[in-house]
């Protein structure tokens, strides 16, 4: 017996933004952080936060439906999950990328039909020449970005960890490494690692902050530099994560060029992403990643395990494999 079709798998893709910006708006206005100091009912929380009493019952049972946050006798509380990963003061916190979200992609991505006609860029400096000139200009907007790039690298680095036989190594580089997320996370799992962090020269104190308020400033160190420009430092691994996706095909060969360059014989070259599937069927965030970096970027772009292999292999890597790290993300590594 043939079933009918039914419309709720459209309708629920097609109306998903409700629960997105239920989520951003709760990051905005710090529900979790005001119920991390204590649950509160209605008119507490609704008072902590200055929202309007019309919109109030609504949009915290809302969170509650969402299984967001918890409601008994009248009292509302975090999920052990938000709790844990949407409070600001705890080292736990991923919610950057979600107020990156709410303050930048949210607007942009309500360009994608412009961007699929034109192939442009529509990010809020759209008419600008590079979107990261114009965030490592601000201060406060750099902040931002880099905290949200740990949240995005948080369950990859700890997995990262764990699959790479760090044990074989003594010294690693993260290039383009933010706030520090990856390294610091190294240097915590593997006592014997020494790391370094590459970066535009406006993310050392960012960067410095973070690694010593995690009490490893004698062990991690930052080196400006620009990684188009410049060489790369040396080291026996070189780590690329969410870098390549930002660039366009002849900008990643050079990076991946530059990275063997760097390693010495039987150095590895670490390179993970939100890795599309190799049948390019599988992997929706992957691919909505790509068309985030349409929206974000001049011409970058995410690619399969098997295309980034392949352009290692160009680059005189002798061995490479593709193996899975966390949700969306997997490592391409490549030994020289």
Known sequence: MTMKPSPEHLLRIGMSFWNAKALLSAVEFGVFDALAETPADLRTL???????????????????????????????????????????????????????????????????????????????????????AALYADPERLRGFLSAMSGVSAGAANAIADKFPWKDYNSFVDVGAAQGMVPVTLARAHPHLVGVGFDLPQVQPIFDEFVAANGLAAR?????????????????????????????????????????????PGGALIVYEALIDDERRENAFGLLMSLNMLIETAGGFDYTGADCQGWMRAAGFRETRVAHLVGPDSMVIGFK
């Not at 930052?222 to 996706?245: E, S, T, Y």
């Open 46 to 132: 609704r008072a902590k936060l200055g929202l309007h009493e019309r919109s109030a019952r609504d949009f915290f049972d809302a969170l509650v439906a969402l299984k967001l946050l918890e409601r008994e006798g009248g009292v509302y509380r975090n999920t052990p999950e938000t709790d844990f990963f949407l409070v600001r003061s705890k080292p736990s916190y991923v919610g950057g990328l979600l107020e990156m979200a709410n303050a930048r992609l949210y607007e942009s991505w309500g360009r994608l039909t412009e961007a699929l006609k034109t192939g442009r860029r529509q990010s809020e400096n759209k008419e600008e020449g590079d979107l990261f």
């Open 220 to 264: 991690i160190s930052f080196r400006a530099g620009d990684f188009f420009a410049d060489p790369l430092p040396q080291a026996d691994v070189i780590i690329m994560g969410h870098i390549l996706h930002d660039w366009d095909l002849d900008q990643k060969r050079l990076l991946l060029s530059k990275a063997y360059d760097a390693l010495p």
